[in-house]
């Protein structure tokens, strides 16, 4: 069995970000990664202000791996579209270019990696620390951990149930050249009875459709995915529109189940910091799940070292980040809600300077989030 000073659970961005900085710290990691190596994965791809800031300082470049800018949204829903410029800088990566970089930062800080092994169990050690069962049998044990596994929960450690049974589907297109230019430089937010979708460009002159919906939904074009894309674009034309004479570049979507969206983790066990998705899960469509998976990794870290104990980090990271999740699901809850689709053209001519206004504030929250790190760590 190998002691290590901690053991990081899953080798995305949260895990990453957590073993770089601890690694740079002068600690001994050893992370967990059950990919042998990085794949595509269900993500908008979209970077946001913060997400590029947190990127950066871990040694990123994410314009040196082919990031596109994204400079405004545009939300479509039935006939109509609207856009307004994005009021902070903003690009676009795929999540496999962008977990490669991360990884090989990781090895160059001198993190351990174990790639290819799935962590099966995780329990408490008879010492008091942490203990990770891998699958080939081999025994993980530390004193902290960090827990980065993402949408996948561990048994010992299950988020609540996702009540609305979202699932959520990822497929790259190379676009007709028309469409693709008018793209170009925009992220595309889609509204249809039962979810949204958004489209952007992404490096190697491809665009990126994710879209997510409620299971009820799904099972009406029996859960198929090619039927409910066509009903998709049935409700909300301008997805036809980009569609049109785009070659799929999948052989179907890749997806996930079970997104506990608005789940904020109100407190952990001693020894174990929660961090990314396993901290708090933000509706898609605002583009922030990176950002707070890199947020809340930096904060975990911040607050390891200075010796803050985990059951009195956890729930001060979830007041930090309240405000922020509850305007997202706030805003999340109209676009999903038939009624609120009635007042969808209203809304729509008023898009531009709401969408400034909710950046501002879901942006100022995050400034809070960061303050009140340094006081958490502090
Ligand atoms: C439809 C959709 C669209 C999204 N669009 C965007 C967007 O445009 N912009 C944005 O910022 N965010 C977006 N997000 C959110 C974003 O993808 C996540 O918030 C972010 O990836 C969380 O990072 P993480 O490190 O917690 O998890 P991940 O990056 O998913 O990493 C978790 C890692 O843990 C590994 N793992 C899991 N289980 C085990 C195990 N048992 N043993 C070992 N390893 C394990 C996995 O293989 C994975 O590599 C989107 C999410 C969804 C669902």
Same mark, same amino acid.
């Given at each position: 069995?190998?002691?290590?000073?901690?053991?990081?659970?899953?080798?995305?961005?949260?895990?990453?970000?957590?073993?770089?900085?601890?690694?740079?710290?002068?600690?001994?990691?050893?992370?967990?990664?059950?990919?042998?190596?990085?794949?595509?994965?269900?993500?908008?791809?979209?970077?946001?202000?913060?997400?590029?800031?947190?990127?950066?300082?871990?040694?990123?470049?994410?314009?040196?791996?082919?990031?596109?800018?994204?400079?405004?949204?545009?939300?479509?829903?039935?006939?109509?579209?609207?856009?307004?410029?994005?009021?902070?800088?903003?690009?676009?990566?795929?999540?496999?270019?962008?977990?490669?970089?991360?990884?090989?930062?990781?090895?160059?800080?001198?993190?351990?990696?174990?790639?290819?092994?799935?962590?099966?169990?995780?329990?408490?050690?008879?010492?008091?620390?942490?203990?990770?069962? @891998?699958?080939?049998?081999?025994?993980?044990?530390?004193?902290?951990?960090?827990?980065?596994?993402?949408?996948?929960?561990?048994?010992?450690?299950?988020?609540?149930?996702?009540?609305?049974?979202?699932?959520?589907?990822?497929?790259?297109?190379?676009?007709?050249?028309?469409?693709? #230019?008018?793209?170009?430089?925009?992220?595309?937010?889609?509204?249809?009875?039962?979810?949204?979708?958004?489209?952007?460009?992404?490096?190697?002159?491809?665009?990126?459709?994710?879209?997510?919906?409620?299971?009820?939904?799904?099972?009406?074009?029996?859960?198929?995915?090619?039927?409910?894309?066509?009903?998709?674009?049935?409700?909300?034309?301008?997805?036809?529109?980009?569609?049109?004479?785009?070659?799929?570049?999948?052989?179907?979507?890749?997806?996930?189940?079970?997104?506990?969206?608005?789940?904020?983790?109100?407190?952990?066990?001693?020894?174990?910091?929660?961090?990314?998705?396993?901290?708090?899960?933000?509706?898609?469509?605002?583009?922030?799940?990176?950002?707070?998976?890199?947020?809340?990794?930096?904060?975990?870290?911040?607050?390891?070292? #200075?010796?803050?104990?985990?059951?009195?980090?956890?729930?001060?990271?979830?007041?930090? @980040?309240?405000?922020?999740?509850?305007?997202?699901?706030?805003?999340?809850?109209? !676009?999903?809600?038939?009624?609120?689709?009635? !007042?969808?053209?209203?809304?729509?001519?008023?898009?531009?300077?709401?969408?400034?206004?909710?950046?501002?504030?879901?942006?100022?929250?995050?400034?809070?989030?960061?303050?009140?790190?340094?006081?958490?760590?502090?």
């Amino acid at each position: 069995m190998l002691q290590d000073e901690v053991l990081v659970l899953g080798g995305g961005v949260g895990g990453c970000a957590a073993s770089i900085a601890l690694a740079r710290n002068g600690r001994a990691v050893r992370m967990i990664e059950r990919e042998p190596a990085p794949r595509h994965k269900v993500c908008g791809e979209f970077l946001s202000g913060e997400a590029l800031e947190d990127l950066s300082a871990l040694g990123i470049d994410v314009a040196s791996l082919g990031a596109v800018p994204i400079d405004y949204v545009r939300l479509a829903a039935s006939r109509r579209a609207a856009e307004a410029p994005l009021p902070f800088p903003a690009k676009s990566l795929t999540r496999k270019t962008l977990d490669t970089a991360l990884i090989a930062e990781a090895i160059e800080a001198g993190v351990r990696i174990e790639r290819g092994r799935s962590v099966q169990s995780f329990t408490r050690s008879a010492e008091g620390g942490w203990q990770a069962r @891998l699958d080939n049998g081999e025994l993980c044990e530390a004193p902290t951990a960090f827990l980065a596994t993402g949408k996948h929960d561990l048994r010992s450690h299950r988020r609540p149930d996702d009540p609305q049974r979202w699932v959520a589907f990822k497929m790259y297109y190379r676009l007709a050249p028309a469409q693709a #230019a008018e793209l170009a430089g925009a992220s595309e937010l889609m509204l249809y009875p039962g979810g949204y979708g958004g489209i952007q460009p992404v490096e190697g002159g491809i665009a990126n459709l994710c879209w997510v919906v409620q299971q009820r939904h799904l099972a009406r074009a029996d859960y198929r995915w090619d039927r409910f894309l066509l009903k998709m674009q049935e409700k909300c034309p301008h997805l036809a529109m980009r569609l049109a004479g785009a070659e799929p570049l999948l052989e179907k979507p890749i997806s996930v189940t079970r997104i506990p969206y608005g789940y904020l983790r109100p407190r952990t066990e001693p020894g174990l910091y929660c961090v990314g998705d396993q901290a708090a899960v933000i509706p898609s469509f605002t583009g922030d799940g990176i950002s707070i998976a890199l947020h809340t990794a930096r904060c975990a870290v911040t607050a390891y070292l #200075a010796g803050q104990p985990a059951p009195l980090f956890q729930p001060r990271l979830r007041s930090a @980040l309240l405000l922020q999740m509850r305007l997202a699901q706030f805003a999340a809850a109209g !676009i999903n809600n038939g009624p609120a689709r009635a !007042i969808l053209p209203f809304c729509l001519r008023l898009w531009p300077g709401v969408m400034q206004v909710t950046a501002r504030l879901t942006r100022v929250a995050a400034g809070q989030a960061a303050l009140a790190s340094q006081t958490i760590a502090g």
